[in-house]
């Protein structure tokens, strides 16, 4: 068994068409010929010579001719797709994790109607504990002190936590 070994270079290369242009270059410059014939035929008057037409065809021809030059071997298309792809992209993902989209749909049982039931809400009153005065006299003094250092902190489960540090000389 005889193998060769092929440069990265002959894979990596364009086929070329026409001297230095390649086949998306010849497509792009082959556009604006079928364009011309198609504004010749379709725009008044009709399969005739107008001025507006040379001008219309004249600026496509342009337009194609400036999309087919290569810089740093992409063509000016190319990176026209790019540039358009990164603008047009998504700003801000939004992520809803309350959809009902994948989930199953469990219809209720007919069998097991359930009675509809009263429902009768009961507030109540919570009492909390509270400081006599001298010592809430003493908690605000505490707190209104800088060399205290009070921190709120929340913990995980939404509880809030003050710390007080405070340094007696």
Known sequence: MKMTVVPAQVTTVEDRIIGNLGFSQI???IVPVFAAAGI???LPPFI???IYKYVIMGVVGMIFCILAIRIKG???AFWLVTILRYN????????NKNVSTLRENYPARKDQEQPEKTVTVVTKQVSRNQL????TARVLATIENPAAKVR???GKKGGLHVRLTEIEE
């Open 48 to 50: 005739g010579s107008a």
């Open 40 to 42: 010749f035929v379709a």
């Open 152 to 154: 709120f902190e929340t």
């Open 27 to 29: 497509l792009l410059l």
């Open 132 to 135: 006599d005065i001298p010592t």
């Open 74 to 76: 992409k063509l000016v």
């Open 88 to 95: 047009l992209r998504p700003k801000y993902y939004l992520f």
